[in-house]
C-alpha cells in the first residue's frame, strides 16, 4: 500500500469513494434533501479544495485502486477520512489519521483538532481520542457530531 499526498488528479476517485457512501451519510438515502452536501462533495469540489492551500489530502492506494483517505484543512480540521468498503477493518483509518496527525503537528499543530463527525463514525473518532464538543446537528440534509480532541484530552 502507497500513501501519498493528494492532488488534483485524485479527485474523481475521491469524489466516488465518498459518493459510494452517500445512502449512509445523508438523512434521506436517496440524497433528498442534500443537495448542497452532494455538491459540496463533487468531483469539482474535491479538485478545487485539492488545490487549495487550505487542505492536505493523504491518499492511500492499493495498485491502482484508492483504497482511502485522509483531508486536513486549516492544519486542525480533520474534513474527510473515508476508507473503501473492502478496506474496512484493516487499520487503513487509524494509519491515515496517525500519518495527518503527524504532519500536521510537523506544520506547528499542537495536537488539537475538530471534526463534524457522521453518526456512523463516532466510535472511530472516540478511538481516536475525539470527544463529543456539542449535539448533533443536521445541515443541508446531514447529521453529524461535532467532535474535538486537544492535547489536555489525550
Known amino acids: 500500500m502507497e500513501l501519498r499526498l493528494g492532488s488534483p488528479s485524485d479527485a474523481t476517485a475521491i469524489a466516488r469513494l465518498i459518493a459510494s457512501f452517500q445512502s449512509e451519510l445523508t438523512d434521506d438515502p436517496s440524497g433528498a434533501g442534500a443537495e448542497n452536501y452532494i455538491a459540496?462533495?463533487?468531483v469539482e469540489a474535491e479538485h478545487?479544495?485539492?488545490g487549495s492551500e487550505r487542505y492536505r489530502y493523504l491518499v492511500a492506494l492499493v495498485g491502482?485502486?484508492?483504497?482511502?483517505f485522509i483531508?486536513?484543512?486549516?492544519n486542525s480540521h480533520l474534513f474527510h477520512?473515508?476508507?473503501a468498503r473492502s478496506h474496512q477493518r484493516s487499520g487503513l483509518a487509524r494509519r491515515l489519521w496517525e500519518q495527518a496527525r503527524h504532519e500536521a503537528q510537523l506544520q506547528g499543530n499542537p495536537g488539537n483538532f475538530t471534526v463534524n463527525s457522521s453518526l456512523g463514525a463516532v466510535p472511530i473518532y472516540k478511538a481516536f481520542g475525539f470527544v463529543p464538543d456539542g449535539s448533533v446537528t443536521s445541515v443541508d440534509g446531514i447529521s453529524f457530531l461535532p467532535m474535538r480532541r486537544s492535547v489536555s484530552l489525550v
Do not use: C, H, T
Open 64 to 68: 491502482e485502486e484508492l483504497a482511502g
Open 71 to 74: 483531508a486536513i484543512r486549516d
Open 48 to 50: 478545487n479544495y485539492l
Open 40 to 42: 459540496s462533495v463533487s
Open 81 to 83: 477520512l473515508f476508507v
